[in-house]
Nanobody, 123 residues
Framework: QVQLVESGGGLVQAGGSLRLSCAAS????????MGWFRQAPGKEREFVAG????????YYSDSVKGRFTISRDNAKNTVYLQMNSLKPEDTAVYYC????????????????WGQGTQVTVSS
């Protein structure tokens, strides 16, 4: 079992920045691919950013590319999402996920999910 706990969400003005953290615990956590997804009210959960288990490859949705950066610190079993130049459309609950996935950008291969952290971007 892997447990994931997100933190760092909050309220920010458009153009501001936030850094989300996801602390992982459980066996073999450092070998899992890690991803960030988000879900706004009434919308489907969507991929935001992901990284392979060794951090060698990163992936971003077109909507956040150039603004968000995913990173991981395996020694701390923590993955981060640095969010810059935030826009109101970034408002959502952000979830981190872990799993031995074949396609990092797809939800299907993720086995473990956190409870989410709210990010609200005001105009």
């Amino acid at each position: 079992q892997v447990q994931l706990v997100e933190s760092g969400g909050g309220l920010v003005q458009a153009g501001g920045s936030l850094r989300l953290s996801c602390a992982a615990s459980g066996r073999t956590a450092s070998t899992y691919a890690m991803g960030w997804f988000r879900q706004a009210p009434g919308k489907e959960r969507e991929f935001v950013a992901g990284t392979t288990w060794n951090g060698g490859s990163t992936y971003y949705s077109d909507s956040v590319k150039g603004r968000f950066t995913i990173s991981r610190d395996n020694a701390k079993n923590t993955v981060y999402l640095q969010m810059n130049s935030l826009k109101p459309e970034d408002t959502a609950v952000y979830y981190c996920a872990a799993g031995l996935v074949g396609v990092v950008t797809s939800m299907g291969g993720y086995h473990y999910w956190g409870q989410g952290t709210q990010v609200t971007v005001s105009s």
